[in-house]
């Protein structure tokens, strides 16, 4: 069994920074691939950004310049860098790991950017 926990959210102002982390248990970490997705109020989920297990990114192109997604298979972490953020950011984030027809769900940490 899979599970994956974020950290990292919270409140930072427009034009602010965060660094979410997703940590999995688990051993098939490095054969995954991770996603970060988030969910505003009264909008359906949707993919900010993926890796592949060959490190291979994709964006949503509403975040592409600003976001940045890593992994660490050492660590079976996964991150999200998020700069010059904007109000439209705010959401639960999540992370999620994709294996053969399976998916994993964190239990997901708010991002709030507000002045």
């Known amino acids: 069994q899979v599970q994956l926990v974020e950290t990292g959210g919270g409140l930072v102002q427009p034009g602010g920074s965060l660094r979410l982390s997703c940590a999995a248990s688990g051993s098939i970490f490095r054969l995954s691939a991770l996603g970060w997705y988030r969910q505003a109020p009264g909008k359906e989920r949707e993919l900010v950004a993926s890796i592949s297990s060959s490190f291979v990114t994709k964006y949503a192109d509403s975040v592409k310049g600003r976001f940045g997604i890593s992994r660490d298979n050492a660590k079976n972490s996964v991150y999200l860098q998020m700069n010059s953020l904007k109000p439209e950011d705010t959401a639960v984030y999540y992370c999620?790991?994709?294996?053969?027809?399976?998916?994993?769900w964190g239990q997901g940490t708010q991002v709030t950017v507000s002045s």
């Open positions: 999620n790991l994709h294996y053969l027809l399976a998916d994993y």
